[in-house]
């Protein structure tokens, strides 16, 4: 058999998603009107020999109970449970950390997910390339710009035979823009010796284990309020492990021509919902609304929202449960969550619509396009920094005829005089 783990993380990351993260942690945040995980289950439910799944992350059980019960009825046929690390103990430290609950009915091999991914998964295929090249790990790669890539695991390899050469996590200059997903298979023995082994020579010589320098934070670990020793602990699969399986010869990536893009910041979840969408709308689903004069498609609009006929809507827009949109108004490459209301005839472009938020009539709220291949969410405008979606969170309420351009809007805000480029605190 084969598994599949999806790292889900926990409240003390997604810090960039705020202010979404606020009100929801962020792999339940629903994009084309699901959760963000749930896209991956849809995907791991595609592979016949995957029966169970398990969450690892470090939220509170309470977190997740609702989504499992969800999930149980929409997956029958996989057993998903979660599993909480009592810290963070990194990408690899919380595989380590429940290796048994892993190893458990003897999988040979197993998936590895990153929760914050949106992408195809094309896990067949990854399967496959295992099997024939009777591989020890198989990454998901795809081949973005080179002044993006530095941002991400990046892979050299061997173009005929597949073969990863070298992995380097977030290195410092350029040396490949072929990327790592998030995205793994390992064989169960394999992964966990190669864990074992690091954790040994750890132990052995632990203060020769160098990290790399962290100028890029993101990718170094920033330890809890707690003790040093924790650190110790931590495990993190792309700089401790990955690079290891790179030196034996059965380490292959599969590269995806697929769409993929990584959901860090709030404004991701925009092109993460029009890819999803897309998606849905290609493989006819028939959870999407109908295409009309006033449904430029894709769009979902929940069963519960209430949109009025005269509302223009499309493409990729996602409304959600209960939220109402009024007569006359328009929704074009947006989120609408639950609860919110769009009154008559404003205009919502490139946004998200917090939980509850108000949009009075007339009013605009938008943000900026961004080229399909971008993978960040800001802008330069004006030689300024600022965010390419507007954003905002939760019970916010934005007064008729006003305009929001270009900003963030941290929860319960009223907004009721012109912004443009702003956070709003
Ligand atoms: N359970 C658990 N415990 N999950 C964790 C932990 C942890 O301590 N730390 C991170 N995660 C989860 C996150 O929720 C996310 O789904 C995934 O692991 C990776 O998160 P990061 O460690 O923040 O890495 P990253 O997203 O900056 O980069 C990774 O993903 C990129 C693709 O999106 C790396 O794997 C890159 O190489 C890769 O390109
Ligand atoms: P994920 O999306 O789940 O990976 O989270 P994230 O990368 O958005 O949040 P993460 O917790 O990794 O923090 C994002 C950035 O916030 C880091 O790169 C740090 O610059 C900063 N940060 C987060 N936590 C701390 C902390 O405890 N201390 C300091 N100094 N900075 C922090």
């Given at each position: 058999p084969t598994k599949a783990v999806i790292l889900v993380g926990g409240p003390s990351r997604g810090t960039r998603f705020r202010p979404l993260s606020l009100d929801a942690p962020k792999p339940l945040f629903d994009v084309a009107g699901h959760p963000i995980i749930w896209h991956n289950l849809k995907a791991i439910e595609k592979v016949e020999s995957v029966k169970e799944v398990i969450l690892i992350g470090y939220y509170d059980e309470s977190v997740f109970r609702d989504f499992l019960k969800d999930s149980a009825r929409e997956f029958p046929q996989l057993k998903i449970q979660y599993l909480r690390e009592y810290q963070a103990l990194g990408t690899a430290g919380g595989l380590y950390h429940f290796r048994d609950a892993i190893l458990k009915g003897k999988p040979e091999r197993f998936f590895v997910l990153n929760a914050d991914v949106c992408c195809s998964f094309p896990l067949n295929e990854m399967l496959k390339l295992f099997d024939d090249k009777d591989a020890e790990a198989v990454i998901l790669g795809t081949r973005i710009s080179n002044d993006a890539a530095t941002n991400f695991g990046c892979i050299v390899s061997d173009a005929h035979t597949k073969r990863v050469l070298?992995?380097?996590?977030?290195?410092?200059?350029?040396?490949?823009?072929?990327?790592?997903?998030?995205?793994?298979?390992?064989?169960?023995?394999?992964?966990?010796?190669?864990?074992?082994?690091?954790?040994?020579?750890?132990?052995?010589?632990?203060r020769l284990i160098a990290y790399p320098s962290s100028e890029n934070l993101e990718s170094s670990y920033i330890g809890g309020e707690d003790d040093d020793d924790s650190s110790k602990e931590v495990l993190r699969l792309e700089q401790d492990i990955l690079s290891d399986l790179a030196d034996s010869n059965?380490?292959?990536?599969?590269?995806?021509?697929?769409?993929?893009?990584?959901?860090?910041?709030?404004?991701?979840?925009?092109?993460?919902?029009?890819?999803?969408?897309?998606?849905?709308?290609?493989?006819?689903?028939?959870?999407?609304?109908?295409?009309?004069?006033?449904?430029?498609?894709?769009?979902?609009?929940?069963?519960?929202?209430?949109?009025?006929?005269?509302?223009?809507?499309?493409?990729?827009v996602s409304i959600g449960p209960r939220a109402v949109v009024g007569p006359g108004a328009r929704v074009k490459e947006s989120i609408v969550l639950e609860d919110a209301e769009i009154k008559h005839d404003a205009c919502v472009l490139y946004s998200i619509i917090?939980?509850?938020?108000?949009?009075?009539?007339?009013?605009?709220?938008?943000?900026?396009?961004?080229?399909?291949?971008?993978?960040?969410?800001?802008?330069?405008?004006?030689?300024?920094?600022?965010?390419?979606?507007?954003?905002l969170g939760k019970e916010c309420s934005v007064a008729n005829e006003v305009r929001v351009q270009n900003c963030v809007c941290l929860p319960n805000k009223e907004l009721k005089r012109d912004v443009a480029n702003e956070v709003i605190m």
């Open positions: 070298h992995y380097v996590e977030k290195p410092e200059s350029h040396i490949s823009n072929l990327i790592n997903c998030g995205v793994y298979l390992f064989d169960t023995e394999t992964i966990f010796s190669s864990i074992k082994s690091t954790i040994k020579r750890r132990t052995e010589r632990p059965r380490f292959f990536v599969h590269e995806t021509k697929d769409f993929w893009r990584q959901i860090k910041t709030a404004g991701s979840a925009v092109p993460a919902n029009a890819l999803y969408l897309q998606k849905a709308f290609q493989s006819q689903s028939e959870e999407l609304a109908k295409p009309s004069a006033n449904v430029l498609p894709p769009v979902f609009i929940h069963p519960t929202a209430e949109v009025d006929p005269t509302a223009k809507l499309g493409p990729n917090g939980w509850s938020s108000k949009v009075g009539a007339w009013a605009r709220v938008e943000g900026t396009p961004t080229p399909v291949t971008s993978h960040s969410t800001s802008i330069i405008k004006n030689g300024v920094k600022v965010q390419s979606v507007t954003i």
